[in-house]
């Protein structure tokens, strides 16, 4: 049972990453004059995540056994993701316009809250995977 949760989380974090990369790399990149965050930062935020959905989706369709370690790796990257995102946007203070902040403090807030889960989710899988 606990391995079909993993395997939803990878299949939900990879869409999350697909609209992430969509949001930043298509609709903030055309309305960067409202947002302030330069184009050339978006597309920096915009590729990651898709590598990221490149690597939940091989989990969920390729990988067999033992999600719960690949759930782990994506959900630090979220993290690390996500400060790499606040460190961007205090790079760019000076232009990045509310909207830019709220953005990014709303995407921020879920991405950590989404890799939050998935590291409790996998962590209780390990228990349940080693028979303890």
Known sequence: MENVLVKKLLLIDGLGALLSAFLLGVVLVGLESYFGIPKSTLYVLAVIPCVFAIYDFYCYFRIRDKHWMYLRVIAIANILYACLSLVLAFSHFEVITVYGWVYIIVEIIIVVSLALYELW???????TDDGH
Do not use: E
């Open 121 to 127: 989710v996998a962590n209780k899988s390990i228990v």
